[in-house]
């Protein structure tokens, strides 16, 4: 067997039984210390499965995690629920399995468990409106940074005696965080009516968990400012885009920047204009009228004589004068129909008024691409030719009254004038801060619990094991001192010098007196400590002797 085993051996069986278990008892404290730290230190990272729930979802969703060997935690606020790292999917498919989360905005599923036999039309319709309650809900949380969300829908009716119908609406409720409100409730607004059969935008009221209104009655983006302003602010991006599509070949894209103002007219013009053509005609109706007149008029005349006076004489008559007349008209009317053509025209679009683009030029790029001696010509030169590229880009009109600047100037260093921060040493820490602080920790606790505990234990394992270390026990010194005497007292009662210190003392003795004190000198110390309880027990040890 090995010197130092056996020594280790010898040392174990000197310590004695006590010493064995505290030692043992240090050990197992040193190894439960770094277990917990190493437990604690290197535990997996968590990340979210599901927010929001509500205090049966987690108390279910835990109890199928726990059975399937999943490990989970809970967040402080006790409506989140975390798993390890990497088990996200296989955790949620698991419950999806289960059914779980059973949200209380349940969706199309109500009628999975509504029953057909006995359902009143009136049961119908209100599972209907449930179901779509919650499937536009569950469509709201999905939308990034809504937490919570819940609808309400009023559904139109028809009565009998009502002459108005009555029109949908809908009013929806959110939680949310580190978002813009207004432009979700935007979004939202337009979901649920396109959502809702016959429900429009501005009959959709939207409000947060804090009671404050956020869109109500009109939409506000479909005012004839808020449109202007899109148009604008789109007109504007398109043309900045055409320029920097012209430019970044050529120049590079960090070196120039452009600007683009843009007055838009978005009013609503109607056009109505009818043309006539007189070359052109056509024969609408045609009437003719014709009438011919004969007229003949003949008259008899009775010669005036005596026969006339005569009674039953019968006058002859003679032929008197005669007319006649004949009249021929002829009418014709033609009505004719000029051909004209009628445009009505209504523009819901927009026209560009008035354009004005400021373009910036890197100079040192200019010079750059002319060379290292180029003269303040050549570069205006280059200019004027950007410029009118910049002109047939963007549609340039000096009819319009548009204005075109293009200027070449000294770019500091960064982009859009800010000077570029890279990344140094400190960044990539912070990065990894969480990392570093918890390798580091589990590196001191374990130097810690090493240094001060398996350090001396092993340095007192391997010790050598020699008499002078055990030293004699008290028991030992009891049985092996003489009858005291007046002058060993004195001798004893004397001060001890240190050790070190002593004549003629050899290492080993100042060892062992560091160690383990000598009999003479634990004797020397009690008498210090009290005198009359040190004499009493030489008294003692005396009648001991004598009594042998």
């Known amino acids: 067997m090995p010197e130092q085993i056996q020594s280790i051996i010898s040392n174990l069986q000197g310590f004695g039984v006590k010493r064995l278990a505290m030692l043992g008892g240090i050990a197992a404290l040193v190894m439960a210390v770094i277990g917990v730290a190493s437990v604690y230190l290197n535990r997996p990272a968590y990340e979210t499965l599901y927010v929001g ?69 009136f049961m119908q319709q209100i599972t209907r409106v449930r179901a779509l309650e919650g499937e536009i809900a569950r469509t709201i949380q999905s939308i990034a940074g809504i937490k919570a969300a819940r609808v309400h829908i009023v559904m139109s009716e028809r009565a009998n005696f009502r002459r108005d119908e009555q029109q949908p609406s809908a009013s929806v409720v959110i939680r949310y965080s580190g978002i813009d409100a207004e432009k979700s409730a935007m979004s939202i607004r337009h979901l649920v009516a396109a959502a809702v059969p016959g429900l429009s935008a501005d ?142 025209t209504v523009s819901n679009g927009y026209s560009v008024t008035k354009m004005s683009i400021a373009v910036v030029v890197n100079q040192q790029r200019l010079a750059t691409i002319l060379g290292k001696d180029a003269t303040p010509e050549q570069i205006a030169k280059r200019v004027a030719d950007i410029q009118k590229m910049v002109a047939s880009a963007t549609g340039f009109d000096d009819k319009r009254g548009d204005v075109i600047d293009v200027s070449a100037v000294e770019f500091i260093d960064g982009l859009d004038g800010e000077p570029i921060e890279q990344p140094g040493m400190l960044a990539s820490i912070g990065t990894h801060a969480g990392t570093l602080i918890n390798a580091g920790a589990f590196i001191v606790v374990v130097f810690l619990v090493a240094f001060f505990g398996l350090r001396p234990m092993a340095a007192a394992l391997t010790a050598r094991a020699t008499p002078a270390l055990a030293g004699p026990s008290f028991e030992d010194v009891q049985r092996s001192l003489p009858p005291p005497d007046p002058a060993a007292l004195e001798t004893a009662a004397a001060p001890v010098a240190l050790p070190g210190t002593r004549p003629g003392s050899t290492p080993l003795d100042d060892l062992r007196q560091k160690i383990r004190p000598a009999p003479q000198d634990r004797l020397a110390r009690m008498v210090d ?19 042998g």
Not at 93 to 112: C, H, I, Q, R, V
Not at 529 to 539: F, S
Request: charged fraction near 25%.
């Open 203 to 344: 009959k959709v009221t939207v409000l947060d968990s804090n009671g404050n209104l956020l869109a109500a009655g009109d939409d506000p983006s479909n005012t004839s400012a808020a449109r202007t302003l899109g148009v604008e602010q789109t007109v504007e991006a398109q043309i900045g885009d055409n320029i920097r599509r012209a430019l970044t070949p050529y120049l590079g894209p960090d070196n120039f920047r452009a600007s683009v103002k843009a007055d838009v007219n978005t009013d609503t013009r109607q056009t109505e204009e009818t043309i006539f053509d007189p070359e052109s005609r056509v024969e609408r109706s045609v009437q003719s009228v014709r009438a011919n007149e004969n007229n003949n008029q003949k008259q008899a005349s009775a010669p005036t004589s005596v026969e006339q006076n005569l009674p039953e004489t019968q006058t002859t008559s003679t032929e008197g004068p005669q007319s006649s007349s004949q009249n021929d008209r002829k009418e014709e009317i033609t009505n004719y129909e000029i051909n004209s053509k009628k445009i009505a």
């Open 529 to 547: 400590i009290n005198e009359e309880r040190t004499a009493h027990i030489l008294r003692k040890w005396a009648a001991q002797e004598v009594a």
């Open 53 to 121: 729930l509500e205090r049966s979802d987690v108390n279910q969703i835990g109890l199928v995690l726990g059975e399937a060997g999943i490990g989970f935690d809970v967040g402080p606020d006790g409506t989140t629920v975390l798993v390890p790292a990497g088990t996200t999917a296989q955790a949620r498919m698991l419950l999806a399995e289960k059914g779980l989360p059973t949200s209380a905005n349940a969706g199309y599923e109500l009628f999975d468990n509504v029953g057909s036999l006995g359902l009143t039309s």
